[in-house]
Structure formats: structure tokens, C-alpha cells
């Protein structure tokens, strides 16, 4: 599920605010065209810069929301549920920091209740939110993991990110398929090794 996501700003307030605003923003993008070697001015490339542009404001509008825009609400009706809620398989796509390629995977985010429970679609968001930012898998994976803690104070919380990083098949090394797995566990899953256990085997992984 993805997130509503504003575009960036044209204009107004951008520079007050360290940003460039678009018309500097599509420039940058006809540098890097003539560095590659194109002509920005041939008919195919006219629009590119603008299509970048617009495009970039949506593969990265995570940096427009924040965690408590989707964890703010919750419910206390849960009739004395206490055990964990793992929502599972959820897509993502986010962009590697170090050369701005993206990283394609799942994520698998489980917590254990403490007297309130959020709406499902609410941790796909905050997925989908990070994920929109450039990142690092490491990073993305402890982000998640302190924001429901936070936000939520459950009994525990667990995240588990699976994905292929775009910089490893596409350059460099070009190892195809290669997945990358990282884990944190808060609270409960840090020392109940059973509820870990079943965590990891629900998110299918064997252990």
C-alpha cells in the first residue's frame, strides 16, 4: 500500500529553506544529460527534466511525512489481545544513498500489543514512508523498528527487511539476485526466544 505523498514545491519558500526550487532542480538535470554525454535540447529530451523533476518528488516523498502521521491513531478496544501482529510481505521500493539506485524488497513487521493496536495499513504506510527516502537497508530497518516502539510503546516490536539492492546487480560486482536480510527486535523479541522463533518462521525464515 502506498502512501499519499505531496509533490515538493515548485517555487515558494524554497530557497528560504536551503531547497532549490524546481527550475533549479530540472537544470541539474539537463547537466547531468550533457555529462552523459546527450543533448538536452533534442526533441526525445525535452520534457525529461520536468518528468525527472516531478517523478523525484514522488519516489522520494517520504521526506514529507513523518512517523506520527501514520501511528498517531490507534485503538484500545482489543478485547485483551496479547499476542503478536505480523504483517508481512510488504512491498517496497527505496533508493541506496550511496549511488541513488533502487533497493526492491519486502518487509515483515510484527509487535506485540500493550493495550493498543493500530489500523493494518498504518505500518504498511510507515514502511512505505522510509522507504521513500534515500537510504541504507540497516538504517530503514532500525527506523521502522524505533518509530513503532516509540510511538506505539508495545510489548515488542520486530522488523525484518528482504531486498536486492540495484547497485550490486547493476554495477559493480553485477551479482544478480542477491538478497540482503536485515533485523530489529525491541522489547519482547529481544528476550523471549520463542516469540522470536515464531517471528522468524512466520516471515519465512527457517531458524
Request: proline share 4%.
Amino acid at each position: 500500500m502506498e502512501a499519499v505523498v505531496k509533490p515538493f514545491p515548485a517555487s515558494a519558500g524554497t530557497e528560504a529553506a536551503g531547497r532549490p526550487d524546481r527550475a533549479e532542480a530540472e537544470e541539474a538535470v539537463r547537466t547531468l544529460l550533457r555529462w552523459m554525454g546527450e543533448d538536452p535540447t533534442r526533441e526525445g529530451l525535452l520534457e525529461t527534466p520536468a518528468r525527472v523533476v516531478k517523478a523525484y518528488g514522488e519516489l522520494f516523498g517520504g521526506y514529507k511525512q513523518e512517523a506520527g502521521d501514520v501511528l498517531g491513531r490507534t485503538f484500545e478496544d482489543v478485547s485483551g489481545y496479547e499476542d503478536m501482529v505480523l504483517v508481512k510481505d510488504i512491498d517496497f521500493h527505496s533508493h541506496c544513498e550511496h549511488h541513488m539506485v533502487p533497493i526492491i524488497g519486502k518487509a515483515h513487521v510484527a509487535y506485540v500489543p500493550h493495550g493498543r493496536v493500530l489500523g493494518l495499513s498504518k505500518i504498511a504506510r510507515l514502511v512505505d514512508i522510509y522507504g521513500r527516502r534515500l537510504q541504507t537497508q540497516e538504517s530503514m530497518t532500525a527506523q521502522i523498528a524505533d518509530a513503532m516502539q516509540r510511538l506505539l510503546q508495545p510489548a515488542g516490536v520486530a522488523v525484518m527487511i528482504e531486498a536486492e539492492h540495484l547497485c550490486m546487480s547493476m554495477r559493480g560486482i553485477r551479482s544478480r539476485g542477491a538478497t540482503t536480510i536485515t533485523t530489529a527486535f525491541n522489547g519482547a523479541f529481544k528476550t523471549d526466544a520463542e516469540l522470536t522463533r515464531r517471528f522468524m518462521k512466520l516471515s519465512g525464515q527457517s531458524t
